[in-house]
């Protein structure tokens, strides 16, 4: 009964609910004076028309029973002027009553309701006793797949969400949320901000200042992991207390360019593990493209094991018979010297003459280009607007106009160019010029910003070459600061995965675990003693307290744990 009395009294008291409540008590006034008036109607009708007498009470009965249209017929007028007054009760009644009287209590009484009972359902607080876990200031587009890895990492977390109705939808999705004040210390100190492992600040760059500000006024430990949307800001954050502060957009940049076949043909190191080093390479224009992996002798010239070849979207798994299409990037593994050997061996495959196009002059295009340039390659980029010409320097040709127009792309060059890397923040815009650029170049490298991980697919059966997500770079990279550990950034598509072995597992050979065939993962390393071995033969044992090292999609890591976990 407390409980009850306690909701009651925060209901009532919302500045909103009492003004909705003062709505709903006019109308019902209103309706009552109504009644009262037909009432005193009926009563002199009935007198000085029909002659009869009937009591006050009766009158209200009677104008209840027609206004309501239940009509129970053992009152009635048998003149005409009171089937008229009849007439207008009930048309006035079947309005007052049956459509005005529900649509004023829903939204004055029963919506204010249900929706403070929403917002007493989100949590202030978590709960006591919690350490260790990880708190996300903003549910944006990094935090679903960042949820996930936590998931797998066995690392708790908590989504700070002001709004408690959103807070609670969070709930229903089956997210861990706590509801307040992003800039307010009594927030963070119910969040027991001491007892974290760490603070995601993912708002815009003026919130997640004041976050940082925050959550240092409560606790000078924790580690405080800050987006940056401007270059200037990351000075700022510095200064407000900010362990690391991540400016995705142009690191974004830096990945895409390091993906185009332009300038001098290199290895891109895509992450590093324990003295081991992922790398991406384009067979584009090189002599490795169109061999079988056996063809190639690359494990026997530098060292290097190729463990997967991006085609078109899927990381396919390597052996000796696999062909190399022209247009995949072979994921090799290997030590630094070994992806040097391999970039020796790469070098002399330049394309410095061939123009790179990229479409998009926001801050990805812009650090696309900056990339480009100390990479030798010349840029042509269009743009729509001639604003940003200054922020890249020397070397960048611009084209205003709409990509979306053949003539415009024939004027950026399209079909002398290297490569196409599309940056604009709209999916729908990047797969639709995807389409139009393969069309028009079939053999054209094509590099895709993807804003959304859902658009991936599509983008990949667009045509597009290689997709690299916001939402990926982001996630992998706080992932990777939380674990202490490189991040290993391979695509849209696919992680890099560390588990133990499963206990099912331990002692059995590569070979027999079947973890590829039944899984889709692919198996770069298996770790023993702090030993690991790289490109692990399918004979080798699965030590009992070793570790896998593997890639593939979070589905596929999914698959792995109800496989074998």
């Known amino acids: 009964m407390k409980y009850v009395l306690s909701q009651l009294a925060d209901f009532v008291g919302e500045r909103q609910v009492r003004r909705g409540l003062g709505s709903l008590l006019k109308y019902v006034l209103f309706l009552l004076a109504v009644i009262s008036v037909y009432s005193v109607g009926f009563h002199l009708i009935m007198l000085h028309v029909e002659g009869q007498s009937h009591s006050w ?16 017929g053992d009152i009635t007028f048998h003149t005409d002027t009171g089937r008229l007054f009849s007439i207008a009760v009930l048309l006035s009644g079947i309005v007052l009553l049956l459509i005005m009287l529900p649509f004023v209590f829903i939204r004055y009484f029963y919506a204010p309701w249900l929706e403070a009972r929403v917002r007493l359902e989100a949590p202030r607080a978590v709960p006591e006793g919690t350490r260790g876990h990880v708190i996300l200031c903003n549910y944006d587009s990094i935090s679903p797949g960042l949820i996930q890895k936590l998931y797998f990492a066995r ?8 709004d408690p109705v959103k807070a609670s939808l969070l709930i229903s999705d089956e997210i861990s949320v706590v509801t307040g004040e992003v800039d307010s210390r009594v927030t963070y100190e119910k969040l027991r901000v001491s007892s974290a492992r760490m603070v995601f600040a993912n708002g815009s760059d003026a919130v997640n200042s004041n976050v940082t500000l925050t959550v240092r006024a409560v606790c000078r430990d924790v580690p405080v992991v800050a987006l940056a949307e ?53 067979a584009h224009n090189t ?21 997967g070849v991006w085609d078109q979207g899927s990381l396919r798994p390597a052996h000796p ?69 200054e922020a890249t320097g020397e070397g960048v040709r611009f084209i205003n106009g709409d990509a979306a127009d053949r003539t415009v792309l024939q004027r950026a060059g399209l079909e002398e160019a290297s490569a196409v890397v599309l940056t604009t923040n709209e999916d729908a815009i990047n797969i639709y010029l995807t389409v139009y650029c393969r069309r028009l170049s079939p053999s054209m490298n094509i590099v895709c910003r993807v804003t959304h991980e859902k658009n991936t697919e599509s983008i990949y059966r667009a045509g597009a070459d290689s997709v690299l997500s916001y939402a990926s770079l982001g996630k992998e990279y706080v992932i990777s600061s939380l674990l202490g550990r490189d991040p290993v950034l391979l695509g849209a598509a696919a992680d890099f995965f560390l ?47 070793g570790k896998l090292l593997m890639l593939g999609t979070p589905e596929q890591r999914k698959a792995f744990s109800e496989a074998f976990d």
């Open 321 to 389: 018979d696999m062909r190399i299409p022209n247009l995949a990037a072979p994921v090799v593994i290997g030590s630094s010297q070994q992806i040097g050997r391999l970039n020796e061996m790469l070098a002399g495959e330049a394309s410095r003459e061939r123009p790179v196009l990229v479409i998009g002059g926001g801050r990805v295009g812009m650090a696309v280009a900056r990339a480009l340039l100390r990479r030798g390659a010349p840029v042509h980029m269009i743009e729509k607007s001639g604003g940003r010409r």
């Open 499 to 545: 588990t133990p072995v499963p206990s099912s597992l331990s002692g059995m050979s590569l070979g027999e675990s079947r973890i590829g065939e039944r899984t889709g993962l692919i198996v770069i390393g298996v770790e023993d003693g702090g030993q690991t071995t790289s490109a692990p033969p399918p004979s080798i044992a699965l030590p009992a307290n």
């Open 287 to 307: 002599d490795l493209a169109g061999k079988t992996l056996r063809e190639t002798r690359l494990r026997e010239l530098t060292g290097v094991s190729v463990v």
């Open 57 to 72: 009470l009766t009158g209200f009965y009677w104008t209840l029973t027609v206004m309501s249209t239940l009509g129970f």
């Open 155 to 162: 690392i708790p977390y908590f989504v700070l969400e002001p």
């Open 230 to 282: 401007d270059e200037d800001s990351v000075d700022i954050l510095e200064l407000s207390g900010a362990t690391e502060v991540l400016s995705l957009k142009r690191m974004l940049g830096e990945h895409l360019a390091a993906r185009t076949t332009a300038g001098e043909s290199v290895a891109h190191v895509v992450g590093s593990f324990k003295g081991l080093q992922i790398a991406e390479f384009v």
